[in-house]
């Protein structure tokens, strides 16, 4: 997939390109494969998800998507670049999905032999365990067989890959592993061998690491594929076929003229703009349009979260993946492949999910260096108590014999062999179990299996977070910034005053018509009004010509009255006042009176003469009240932001219990970003804006969050960082509570992956062994390792019992 990105003038131009990467394990790989990108000629940045398995590559748009994912290929993570569905280029890609099919059904073998061999070798311990003995399972050669079983079936493909990322100069979890296991089989390879030697084997430690390993990661993927359920029923929406329908060529404008039973079933991606489609009760839109023909019923809760169904008729507008319940219907195609919103979504979500939190860096930085100073740290320890620990306290090998006596299996004749304390076989087994419990995969699962969830969350819920960036920035806002018109009002006003100074009524034009007529050539909410107020009234436009409109203040035109074209300006005060038109007091006393009423007025004059008021309200959204109470209770500063008069916006923010000194009036539309600015340059000041008009990007952009509203311009939604698809106002609470949620979960995830290798690995390197007596055994170690990585995952899918129940 690639998509080009904005760039400034004079910029180098970059494309955005996606790689499927496969074969990493722990967050150390995934350090490695950024490094091996950003390395590369051209590239300006990476950023590589373990969970999603997807590397995101901002670079020059020179460089070859497919030669990037060579050299990870080369560097022994398989990949392929993931161009759009349909392109040639991805003619004779692997299919993914395919693939990870088969690796799931190859784990859960090498998983099936794993336990089969574990339970063989615990049954074969029963006679120290509970002093019962099964014939022929107490065998010593047995159990030799065992682990090399496990360690040539199982767990070949782990040391392999250990080996080969060694190789590599960048070894990973399996390599820890590798070497734990390997180094635990040719120690009691040894002993059995060399038996003069007295030292015990401890051939069920490698059978039991490589069980309890392969357990782990199962459990994690199943897991990692619960936290990635969201983004996958949403894919899963997509229908794959269309029907398509003709129309009567005798009366095609029709729209109750198609022949619903001349139809072909197509292929979605096959669709063109224009061509108009049959849907069937219970079947899903195809693709986003607008209905033609049929009434029905459509049930949009995968869009929006809203389960109640919405009624739908010819001149409505449907969404792709929608679900049609109760009617036959027509409909036109306006969008079709990428540009359906359920394709935005499905693009939105898997950008947030790509996206790291920059608490991750951190992490990512110490894993880059995890496995060397792992690997320095069992050297360490084998050399401490070899040359000093077993000197120093020498109780301790007899701590160590207990421990190995419970798992030594020795000859038929166990009396032939007497057991000696061996300082290097105890030192060899504290090293081994630095090794196997140190856990890189935890720091790397930390932050992406939560924004996994947070996002799949959001998606079901109508919210989009664009990802862990949003997410950090979110957790610490201070205040929220609102846009008045089409935010906190419903953004649809009515005309209540027409007040004429001048009896146009009398004559042949009037003054509702006159304004109509220069509204006409602009697009706000006021000029909707305006001329849908004349039209209700049934008056006409008049001819007109030269129209101009200025942001936040008024329009102008040259309209035709009396076959002489005259001049007239609306708009507000400072618009009069700046060209010219003399306003009374008495008028402005009017329009004061007006505004204090929650009336935005507007000024009208013709020929510079000014001829009359006409003022419209818009009517407070009813969850407006609600939002602002909530959030206020959360501690955050809720500020109104309006171009409207003082007057106006202090009415609206006093219905909605906003202090009047939070309260920002008469701002323009290009000073937006500026207020957004002098709000941020406050000590300890982090913004959120909450916007939906094309004039509401620039602030939405310069805020630390924006928050857009799905009704609003495109523009708008694509530079919010969070979307609300619901368009209900409520939902900002709901959106900062999850981000504050799903970050909250990232913060314990990497807490407890730290303090889980900053006390497991001194306890595995035997700090508490001197004074103590406790050892750890390799296999504990393992286990402890792989409960590590499974306990990170579910703590981010516990997410989903806080947000379980979505708001009706």
């Given at each position: 997939m690639q998509t080009t990105s904005k760039t400034e003038i004079n910029a180098p131009i970059s494309d955005t390109i996606t790689i499927d990467v496969s074969g990493m394990k722990c967050a150390g790989c995934v350090k490695t494969v950024e490094n091996a990108l950003t390395q590369e000629p051209g590239v300006i940045s990476a950023t590589v998800n373990l969970v999603t398995e997807l590397a995101t590559v901002e670079c020059e748009s020179v460089i070859d998507p497919a030669h990037l994912a060579e050299k990870l290929t080369e560097a022994g993570f398989p990949s392929q670049p993931r161009y759009p569905e349909g392109a040639p280029e991805s003619a004779g890609l692997i299919d993914l999905a395919e693939r990870r099919r088969l690796d799931t059904q190859q784990q859960t073998r090498r998983l099936t032999i794993a336990i089969l061999l574990l339970a063989i070798s615990t049954i074969g311990h029963l006679n120290q365990l509970a002093g019962i003995t099964i014939f022929g399972l107490s065998n010593i050669w047995l159990h030799c067989g065992l682990a090399a079983i496990a360690l040539a079936v199982p767990g070949r493909s782990m040391i392999i890959d250990g080996w080969q990322g060694l190789r590599r100069n960048a070894p990973n979890m399996n390599t820890l592993v590798g070497l734990g296991t390997v180094t635990a089989f040719a120690a009691s390879l040894i002993a059995l061998l060399f038996p003069q030697l007295g030292w015990e084997c401890f051939f069920d430690e490698?059978?039991?690491?490589?069980?309890?390993?392969?357990?782990?990661?199962?459990?994690?993927q199943r897991a990692r594929s619960r936290a990635a359920s969201s983004l996958q029923a949403l894919l899963a929406l997509q229908p794959q076929t269309a029907r398509l329908v003709k129309?009567?060529?005798?009366?095609?404008?029709?729209?109750?003229?198609?022949?619903?039973?001349?139809?072909?079933?197509?292929?979605?991606?096959?669709?063109?703009?224009?061509?108009?489609?049959?849907?069937?009760?219970?079947?899903?839109?195809?693709?986003?349009?607008?209905?033609?023909?049929?009434?029905?019923?459509?049930?949009?809760?995968?869009?929006?979260?809203?389960?109640?169904?919405?009624?739908?008729?010819?001149?409505?507008?449907?969404?792709?993946?929608?679900?049609?319940?109760?009617?036959?219907?027509?409909?036109?195609?306006?969008?079709?492949?990428?540009?359906?919103?359920?394709?935005?979504?499905?693009?939105?979500?898997?950008?947030?999910?790509?996206?790291?939190?920059?608490?991750?860096?951190?992490?990512?930085?110490?894993?880059?260096?995890?496995?060397?100073?792992?690997?320095?740290?069992?050297?360490?320890?084998?050399?401490?108590?070899?040359?000093?620990?077993?000197?120093?306290w020498s109780q301790v090998l007899l701590a160590g014999q207990a421990l190995g006596s419970e798992h030594a299996m020795h000859h038929l004749d166990p009396s032939a062999v007497t057991i000696h304390p061996s300082p290097l076989l105890l030192s060899l087994k504290l090293a081994i179990a630095v090794l196997v419990i140190a856990c890189p995969c935890a720091l790397?699962?930390?932050?992406?299996?939560?924004?996994?969830?947070?996002?799949?969350?959001?998606?079901?819920?109508?919210?989009?977070?664009?990802?862990?960036?949003?997410?950090?920035?979110?957790?610490a806002l201070t205040t929220i910034v609102f846009d008045k018109t089409g935010t906190l009002t419903a953004g649809c006003p009515i005309v209540t005053d027409c007040i004429s100074f001048k009896s146009f009524d009398q004559e042949e034009f009037n003054l509702l018509q006159i304004a109509a007529t220069v509204e006409s050539g602009t697009r706000h909410p006021l000029a909707d009004a305006i001329v849908r107020a004349a039209s209700q009234q049934e008056l006409s436009l008049l001819p007109a010509q030269d129209f101009y409109t200025e942001p936040g203040l008024g329009v102008s035109a040259t309209v035709s009255l009396h076959s002489e074209p005259q001049s007239v300006l609306l708009g507000t005060l400072t618009w009069m006042e700046q060209n010219a038109v003399v306003v009374s007091e008495t008028t402005q006393a009017q329009a004061q009176t007006l505004a204090q009423a929650s009336k935005t007025v507007v000024y009208v004059s013709v020929a510079n003469t000014l001829v009359g008021l006409i003022a419209a309200t818009d009517a407070v959204r009813s969850d407006a009240q609600e939002t602002v109470d909530s959030l206020q209770k959360m501690g955050l500063r809720v500020i109104m932001l309006t171009g409207d008069r003082r007057e106006t916006a202090q009415t609206v923010a006093k219905t909605l219990n906003i202090p009047s000194e939070n309260v920002l009036s008469e701002v323009r539309p290009e000073q937006k970003a500026s207020v957004i600015r002098t709000l941020q340059a406050e000590p300890g000041t982090l913004v959120a804006m909450v916007g939906d008009g094309i004039n509401d990007a620039p602030a939405l952009a310069q805020a630390d969050v924006g928050i857009a509203l799905k009704s609003g311009t495109d523009v708008a939604v694509e530079t919010a960082g969070i979307v609300l698809m619901r368009d209900r106002l409520t939902d900002v609470v709901e959106a900062l509570s999850l981000s504050r949620a799903t970050f909250g979960k990232i913060r314990q995830n990497l807490f407890w992956a730290f303090a889980y290798n900053l006390l497991g690995i001194p306890i595995a390197a035997g700090i508490l062994l001197p004074k103590f007596g406790i050892l750890l055994s390799p296999a504990a170690a393992g286990a402890l390792m792989a409960f590590s990585s499974v306990s990170v995952v579910t703590n981010s899918l516990l997410l989903r019992r806080a947000f379980s129940t979505p708001r009706a």
């Open positions: 490698p059978v039991m690491l490589v069980g309890f390993i392969l357990l782990g990661r199962t459990l994690e129309k009567n060529e005798q009366d095609p404008l029709n729209p109750s003229s198609f022949i619903p039973h001349l139809s072909t079933e197509i292929a979605v991606d096959r669709i063109r703009v224009g061509e108009w489609l049959q849907v069937l009760p219970s079947e899903k839109i195809p693709v986003d349009g607008e209905v033609v023909a049929g009434q029905t019923t459509i049930n949009e809760s995968m869009l929006t979260g809203e389960p109640v169904p919405v009624q739908k008729q010819p001149g409505d507008r449907v969404s792709a993946g929608t679900l049609n319940q109760s009617g036959a219907i027509a409909i036109r195609a306006n969008h079709i492949g990428k540009d359906t919103t359920l394709a935005r979504i499905i693009n939105l979500v898997e950008d947030a999910q790509a996206r790291k939190a920059p608490i991750q860096k951190l992490a990512d930085t110490i894993a880059g260096y995890f496995t060397y100073g792992v690997m320095t740290i069992a050297t360490l320890t084998f050399l401490f108590w070899y040359f000093i620990g077993t000197h120093v790397g699962l930390a932050t992406p299996t939560a924004i996994l969830v947070g996002s799949g969350i959001g998606a079901e819920r109508g919210l989009l977070i664009r990802g862990g960036d949003v997410l950090e920035r979110v957790h």
